[in-house]
């Protein structure tokens, strides 16, 4: 390609890419519209424009339960995670790096039976005896914390890679620190950008999980999406006013966190 031709085909890229960001932005765009139309039902543009909706949503003290137990529930996972995860991938990849090819299949075990299975399984074991624990926030925690296992995984271990954890450790040793104190001090502040990520990702999934919370506690604990799915046969600004504001609030958490974590870079 010759330098002349290199303007106009940046341009046609630029066209591309912009095009089909409209495209993905034209349904979110329309439900935003229809949850601020007072109605909206034979014109092309709606009747008028309203706040209503939204504030029917966050006046909700149904909506405001299932929203803190949603997050409650995820950050729960999230943190369990952290804790268990973190010090079984420093042993794995420091001590014993040959099981790594292992770990690689089990941790992808849960992606291999399908939700509803794993539910009605589920169900049987903690249905009834000393571990029952259907239709409580216990039972979300553990099978969220499966469902981020790979997840955080892949993102750790890809940034244990990239650090070259060994010589970091000799490194760490030669100046007279301990293993956990060189894991705590030198290799933790490393996987800063991975164990982010990981969260990121982790968070985005089970925020908008639904056949667990559903099939497993239901409205006992009901979580955003469960509430969504009870409220279906309401009114379609009212259902259009909390899918707006769910993908504003990851939005906003996810802006938030990459601010974040660039201003610490």
């Known amino acids: 390609m010759s330098r002349a031709d290199a303007p106009t085909a940046s341009l046609y890229h630029r066209i591309v890419v912009w095009l089909l960001f409209l495209i993905l932005l034209l349904p979110l765009a329309g439900t935003l519209l229809y949850s601020l139309s007072t109605s909206w039902s034979a014109t092309i543009l ?24 949603s997050l409650l529930v995820c950050f729960g996972a999230l943190a369990l995670s ?13 001590h014993f790096p040959k099981l790594d090819t292992l770990m690689n299949v089990l941790i992808l075990l ?50 244990l890679q990239a650090i070259n954890l060994r010589d970091l450790m000799d490194a760490a040793h030669l100046l007279g620190a301990s293993t956990w104190k060189a894991a705590f001090l030198v290799v933790l502040p490393n996987l800063r950008k991975g164990l982010m990520v990981s ?4 968070f985005s999934f089970l925020f908008g999980e639904f056949v667990f919370a559903n099939m497993l506690v239901g409205t006992r604990y009901e979580t955003l999406q469960v509430y969504l799915n009870n409220m279906r046969n309401s009114s379609g600004h009212f259902n259009s006013a909390l899918v707006i504001s769910y993908f504003f609030f990851v939005l906003v958490f996810t802006w938030a966190a990459n601010r974040l974590n660039r201003d610490k870079a």
């Not at 005896?129 to 925690?141: D, E, Q, S, V």
């Open 82 to 94: 952290v804790v268990l995860i973190l010090p079984l991938m420093f042993v794995v990849h420091y």
């Open 110 to 159: 849960p992606f291999a039976v399908p939700p509803v299975v794993s539910s009605v399984g589920l169900l049987q074991l903690y249905g009834s005896g000393p571990l029952a624990m259907t239709g409580t926030p216990w039972i979300l925690l553990g099978c969220y914390f499966t469902i981020a296992l790979p997840f955080m995984y892949r993102a750790i271990a890809n940034n």
């Open 199 to 202: 969260l990121f990702l982790s």
């Open 46 to 69: 709606p009747d008028g424009l309203t706040l209503k909706w939204y504030a029917a949503l966050w006046s909700d003290e149904r909506f405001l339960r299932a929203f803190g137990q």
